[in-house]
């Protein structure tokens, strides 16, 4: 299944961005004392409890500010509650409830969503302050003291939102839906490859680029399968996107990216490649998604019996960077490989989430190697002890060796390769951990 997703919210300069910071591990968001520093959303993951979920960062939302900046701030943050799962309000134990606290609660229980109330900066060990208390107020439940700056009861806050997504964790009532996103530029037929597929008009379909703003999601059951089809709005150019209600059709699209499990990812044939559609594959790719280049309106292109071959070879240049990924030609407007498609996301799907026993892989290791030596560098040579396969989507494998700078990225592509050649894994990235393991202390282990 899809990754839960957890957007933390609140007005200006409550510690949003440093407690998103804490959460993830790692320094995504900028953190300034300057209210406003956070506009666009900033994704991360958050690992609790061998689960984990995407957080959503947002600007701060001051609900009647006629400032230009903080009302897209505001309707940015609401793109961010509409689309997530659970909510993180962070208020500040500094200056108590105030009314732009009350505003942003109200905003809240509008949304029905699950609500966590953080009572940020709490920074003193000991008892609870008694200003928390006071946050009762907000009618949000128990307000949780955390101190983001040290870590202070984050423990409890992860508590109360994976408690909150305990029916997404273990809901199998879902678990044979494939989540797929339909994605690419303006114009080159995503809603209408929906509605060839689901047999009538889901999605409105134009000729104008950009009819599509929201990702809507539509449920198809067939002999294949059943699918969460989510048409997206067209992915355009930064330096295009200058219209503000576009800017969040565009967050929408990523997110949807985000929540899939296949992407497919259209090209207009009539087109071609374009740098945009490299760009928007890219997001697939660093998702770690399943993906499938899908190109459009075949019916209307001039044909001999050598154009599909040229056209596929010219496109596995284009998209040398996910080569995994299966081309397949098709058009909405006739229904033509449409079954295919749908045949290819079932078997993309069952590749993203492949696990491969650690036995055979250590033996095509060990094969690979043989064939071709690793690296070495001044008289040192790349020992890869063993590896073992860590997660599904995408197949991530964890590479124990003696270091980790001889472990060039040329090679672990030739391993990379080696491992495809018996399994597969056609239409998913693969993910490598490389660990350092002293040859004393393997030697230890017995190898």
């Known amino acids: 299944m899809s990754k839960p997703v957890v957007a933390i919210v609140g007005r200006p300069n409550v510690g949003k961005s440093t407690l998103f910071n804490k959460l993830c591990g790692k320094r995504l968001s900028i953190v300034d004392d300057t209210p406003g520093v956070t506009r666009d959303r900033i994704y991360g993951d958050c690992e609790w409890l061998n689960r984990s979920v995407m957080l959503v960062d947002t600007g701060g939302i001051e609900p009647y500010s006629d400032d230009v900046i903080l009302s897209q701030m505001r309707a940015q943050a609401q793109v961010a509650i509409d689309t997530a799962d659970v909510i993180v309000l962070v208020t500040d134990v500094r200056t108590g409830v105030v009314a732009t606290d009350e505003e942003v609660a109200a905003m809240l229980r509008k949304s029905g969503k699950p609500v966590v109330l953080c009572v940020n900066k709490c920074d003193t060990v000991g008892d609870t302050a008694m200003d928390v208390y006071e946050f009762y107020n907000l009618g949000l439940g128990d307000p949780i003291p955390v101190s983001s700056v040290h870590g202070m009861g984050t423990g409890d806050l992860l508590d109360a939102v994976f408690a909150e997504l305990e029916g997404r964790f273990d809901d199998e009532e879902d678990d044979d839906v494939i989540s797929v996103a339909i994605i690419g530029k303006p114009n080159v037929g995503k809603s209408s490859l929906v509605n060839a597929l689901c047999g009538e008009n889901r999605a409105i379909v134009s000729d104008i680029a950009g009819t599509t703003r929201d990702a809507t999601d539509t449920l198809l059951e067939n002999k294949y399968g059943r699918f969460r089809l989510t048409d997206t709005a067209g992915l355009r150019r930064k330096s295009r996107v200058d219209d503000r209600i576009e800017k969040y059709s565009v967050m929408r699209a990523v997110m949807a990216v985000e929540k899939s499990d296949v992407c497919v990812i259209m090209i207009d044939a009539c087109e071609g490649f374009t740098e945009q559609d490299s760009k928007v594959a890219g997001i697939a790719h660093e998702a770690g998604k399943g993906c499938i280049i899908a190109v459009n309106k075949w019916d209307a292109v001039e044909k001999t019996g050598k154009t599909m071959d040229a056209y596929r070879k ?95 990225y040329s090679y672990q592509r030739y391993i990379d390769n080696q491992i495809r050649s018996v399994f597969g894994l056609e239409g998913t990235p693969t993910r490598y951990v490389i660990r350092e393991r002293s040859e004393k202390k393997n030697g230890r282990k017995g190898g």
């Open 314 to 408: 010219k496109l596995m240049d284009d998209f040398a960077f996910m080569s995994y990924a299966p081309i397949i030609f098709i058009s909405a407007k006739t229904g033509q490989r449409l079954d295919r498609l749908l045949e290819l996301v079932n078997f993309v799907n069952t590749q993203n989430t492949m696990r491969i026993r650690t036995g055979k892989l250590n033996e095509i290791l060990a094969d690979a190697q043989a064939r071709v030596q690793p690296p070495t560098d001044k008289g040192r040579r790349l020992k890869i002890y063993y590896m073992t396969q860590s997660g599904v989507r995408p197949p991530t494998f964890v590479c124990f060796v003696n270091d980790k700078e001889l472990f060039h």
